[in-house]
């Protein structure tokens, strides 16, 4: 390719709407263009990575054993209603109407769609196991879109789905699926780690999540210092910091706190360590669906307890069984009836009426420690368990924090980093299957569910991913698999000299041979401006040919990112920069 064929239209500054790295490199590198909130163009040399992206994903998926097809954008919201998501999934469910008023929805994903697939073309277990995907554009209605392409409302997913006829079949499918997500993000050139996480509104019971480390990342990635362990830190188990409960040494005594409304500020009042408070958080239950209109059956309001310079995990109290039914952030008015108190100063002493309480693993081993009085302005210290209140319930309900051991046994401590996730795996199992009744017969010639998987990856998303972990200061370094083009040839002098012209093209016919993807800059800009703007768009490799050099017989080589250039002579080019692109190009696997 031509510099002066292509479209290349870069700024000096990015637009004051960008506010993250990717977004303001990918506008000043001319890679999108902004239509309406969240819904961008992707320029041609946007587009140039997307389909490099893509293609590594195809070749690892079709490795895997997935079968590509294509599914509509726009679909019928009579299967969202078989499934229950026309209700569950909430305002980012973009709901159109045709002209005859037909409810349908701009797809955010394919679950619906995939299994009345195959309802209708799985029939026997002889068919099995099976995997589709597809590369689709996606819609997702956020209430706030912003970063540019990462978290967009229009996007691009590769999203795949599995068929087996019972677990540790679909087990064997979701493994095949994590490895080949492991060699699409190598093959990348990413820097990642795959966590354990919550399923969120998919469902299933076993998921991982991807995670490409960089720290403008919107997610915390937790791993242990000894092991492969990782989780999200929604997911990462919290081990009990006190091995054993000491005995109580101090007497329950109420004492005056003006204005101490949180822990930190209580801890310096009494001249005691954060670590001796605990936090109260209260949540109301929601009761069982027929028990609502039963006064007897009511919700319930439950008082968390974690230690005060720990915070509650809203997704591990979520899967309490106390709040099977549902649950909220409980009313100031329904504090007020049972504590007596309004927030910042409730604890677990004293309460106007029952409430269940639950304490972390950690609390539950305290002694000794400090709550709130519930009455305004007060806190009580040298509360003991089995003294002064029954032993509660105990549940792992809070983050972890850097430097608690690992929980996986490993005699490693925890570490944080933030990430961004460009992949997602889930094992379904029947949800899907059951509700819009995708069965297939069994040996025996009997219907059984079909147990289903499910595997996204965030093709646009990974860009601006990638972009996040790899610039500096000069622009975007591009992991040489995806780059817009891996070789740029830098031309000076190219109208005034025919040797600098016949070089430079020499080398452009051999790079094109030998299918590296090469663009020749031949529009005779400054060389301090025409480096600036490659280095901005991030090419991995750049050579630059002038009249200067060539007295020489020499060119310079300059691999984006390192510091410094250097002088090859003529006779090797050739050789040494497809040495480079071998040297920069991750293994297949």
Known sequence: MLASKFHINTLKEAPAEAEITSHKLMLRAGMIRKHAGGIYTYMPLALKVLRKIENIV???????GAIELLMPVVQPAELWMETGRWEQYGPELL???????????????SEEVITDIARNEIHSWRQLPLNFYHIQTKFRDERRPRFGLMRSREFIMKDAYSFDRDAEAAGKSYDAMYQAYCNIFSRLGLDYRAVAADNGSIGGDRSHEFQVTADTGEDEIVYSSASNYAANIELALAPCLIAERADAQEPLLEVHTPGANRCEIVAEQLGLPLSQTVKSVVFYAEPAPAAKDSQAQAGQVVLLLVRGDHQ?????VSKLAIFKHGYRLATEAEIIEHF???PGFLGPINTVKPVTIIADSTVANMSDFVCGANREDYHVRGINWGRDLAEPVVADIRNVVAGDPAADGSGGVLKIQRGIEVGHVFYLGDKYSKSLNATFLNEQGKPEPLQMGCYGIGISRIMAAAIEQNNDDNGI????AMAPFEVVICTIGWDKSEEVKQQASALYDFLQQQRVDVILDERGARPGVMFSEWELIGIPIRITIGERGLKEQMAEVQVRGQAQSRKVALADLQQEVMSLCQALRPSSH
Not at 58 to 64: F, G, I, K, L
Not at 477 to 480: D, E, N, Q, R, T
């Open 312 to 316: 509650v995990n809203e997704v591990k």
């Open 477 to 480: 370094i591009w992991p040489i």
């Open 58 to 64: 195809r070749q690892e998926m079709d490795s895997a």
């Open 340 to 342: 007596g108190s309004k």
């Open 95 to 109: 709901r159109i109407k045709d002209r005859h008023q037909r409810d349908f929805v701009l797809q955010p994903t």
